[in-house]
């Protein structure tokens, strides 16, 4: 009865006849007559109906994961999950009012400054949403550093992020072109990359490791190969604990996705994008900078530098569309990493190093199976080929209760029968001695 009270006086009050008013300048052939939902239920009967419809989904707590392919399976401290809940972080959006926002703009100025660090980048933006939309601004940026209608990418790269950057580059008329790798290590085929250098070519990207999983130990040479044009390297940054930053190797433009650090896998999202530059670029870069300054009292403090967004200056002056970061991402990011400390870091990397290289070799010894595929430095992830179309393996895991790799068939058909195995700190000797038990059992 109120309800209806209410909507008589909101149609007095706005002057109309009646709610259908509303609607009218919707026209009549789109709309729907209502929607078919179901009757009303108690809370309790809610909370019960959930439940049951949740039951039926498989975290990798139940079920053992060796799934990969961009999205990982890390420990995740209770540290960062307690940080990343106050009411501080959580409901805070974007910091536009930096004197109320210290405590977040501190968080996202140290998370740039630990992805400076392993990127070995100048710059650092406070995050873009997802690796996909990295590589795009990636894409465009190489674009706006120097003009031109090509842009290079290595086919090794990974399949739907490529597809995201080509739709970045179909609206500002880029042509993507794709670089082969050398079939027996999977890493960049520079005589291919040799032959597609032109005037019109803008950058070339490439990821170490890539998706196919050899990490690339070409990258000084590729720098040769390009000489002017603008090199982006995309990364894994949990392995940079270990190998040299490609900022060291003359990256201009770093990307990756910082999910390794604290970000659950949430059924592939959301992520956190890394997006760092050298020094010479950075006001071409996308995104948002926090800096630390002074403020009035002399008193150390934070604020959003750099900012070129189009919410800001005009829409032909902006660098991105993007008008926000995963500022909480970041704080967790940030977090993480600053529970582990450079000690910890390290010895988490080395645990997914020794991981692929005995789960890897051990797979290899089993009759039907090859890996890894590529000839070739890996960091924790590797390709199998087997005797078995890939698809039959997965179904037979499956009715073990393991989820295994992913098939690379349908992205990449010269690599027929095999799949991409993912392998981190929570897999323990038990868990991949379970998993070969279940290939040895395929036929």
Known sequence: MERSKCSAQMIAELGISSIDSLFEDIP???????????????????????????????????????????????????????????????????????????????AQFEYQSFMAELTGVDYMNSSVYDASTAIGEAVLMSHRIARGKKFLMSRSVSPERKEVAKLYARGADIEIVEVAYESETGQVDLLDLESKMCSDVTGFYFETPNFLGPLETGCKEIRDVLGEKTMVVGVNPLALALVKPPGETGADIVVGDAQVFGVPMSYGGPSIGIFGCKADHVRKMPGRLIGMTKDA??????????????QH??????????????????????????????????????????????????????????????????????????????????KSLLDKRIHGGVSLERW????????????????????????????????
Not at 378 to 390: L, T
């Open 28 to 106: 009549r052939e789109v709309r729907i007559p209502g929607l078919k939902l179901p009757a009303g239920m108690s809370e309790l009967d809610l909370i019960r109906e959930t439940e049951r419809d949740l039951s039926t989904n498989q975290p990798a707590s139940r079920w053992l994961s060796f799934l990969g392919a961009g999205v990982y399976h890390h420990f995740i401290p209770a540290a960062v999950k307690t940080i990343i809940s106050r009411s501080e972080f959580i409901t805070s959006y974007t910091p536009y009012q930096s004197e109320i926002s210290q405590g977040m703009l501190q």
């Open 297 to 310: 009292e002399g008193r150390r403090s934070f604020c959003m530098t750099l900012q070129t967004r189009e």
């Open 313 to 394: 200056i005009r829409r032909s002056k902006a660098t991105s569309n993007i008008c926000t970061n995963e500022a909480l991402l970041a704080v967790a990011v940030a977090a993480h990493l600053a529970v582990l400390g450079r000690a910890g870091l390290r010895r988490t990397a080395l645990r997914n190093l020794e991981n692929m290289r005995s789960l890897s070799k051990r797979i290899d010894a089993v009759d039907g199976f090859d890996a890894p595929v590529f000839d070739a430095p890996h960091f924790n992830e590797f390709a199998v080929r087997s005797s078995v179309p890939a698809e039959d393996v997965r």
């Open 412 to 443: 990449f058909p010269e690599l027929k029968g095999c799949a991409l195995y993912a392998t981190t700190e929570m897999h323990s000797q038990v868990d991949h001695d379970r998993l070969l038990a279940a290939l040895e059992g395929v036929r």
